[in-house]
């Protein structure tokens, strides 16, 4: 075991797929499908919590039923490190209503940005007034999803 990392069996394994998949699934309704009484299925989710493995639940938001139709990936290189701080930059990026996530990445491009829209008009107008603008800005590359499926992650199946 390497320090930090916690020993999971099938069980722990089954719930995290499970919670994966619906973050609002009762111990009950958890129990059920792995074969365990509720308050063990609850004493396990706990621990998972307690451990950090499990670290919240999310909301899934349908954007496309808000009106967001696009999103767009972007690879930021940034033009003047040395005149700009990371923090700033990261600062403004995250002050734009329309960027979802901000990652600091290795490789061809310094940040990569997620970035949803009304439409490519939309994108275009976010783009030019918003992203351009952000200090620090050189080249940019865009990449807009086609589509996208949602996988477990490493929790593998038993």
Same mark, same amino acid.
């Given at each position: ?32 499908? %792995? *074969? #365990? ?8 989710? /706990?621990? @998972? ?7 919240? $639940? ?47 990445? %290795? *490789? #061809? ?8 829209? /009304?439409? @490519? ?7 030019? $007034? ?29």
């Amino acid at each position: 075991m390497t320090a930090g990392v916690i020993d999971l069996d099938d069980i722990d394994r089954g719930l995290l797929r499970a919670l994966a998949q619906d973050g609002t699934l009762s111990a009950g309704e958890l129990g059920r499908r %792995l *074969g #365990l009484s509720q308050p063990a299925a609850w004493r396990r989710v /706990r621990r @998972l919590e307690e451990a950090g493995i499990l670290a919240g $639940r999310r909301l899934e938001v349908d954007r496309e039923k808000l009106g967001f139709g696009v999103t767009v990936f972007l690879g930021v290189k940034l033009a003047t490190k040395g005149r700009v701080s990371l923090e700033d930059f990261e600062r403004a990026a995250t002050a734009i209503p329309e960027v979802q996530v901000v990652q600091h990445v %290795l *490789g #061809l491009f310094d940040y990569r940005l997620r970035v949803v829209a /009304r439409d @490519l008009v939309d994108f275009e107008r976010v783009l030019r $007034r918003r992203i351009m603008t952000l200090p620090g800005v050189g080249n940019v590359e865009a990449n807009v999803l086609l589509t996208e499926e949602r996988r477990p992650g490493p929790l593998g199946q038993p």
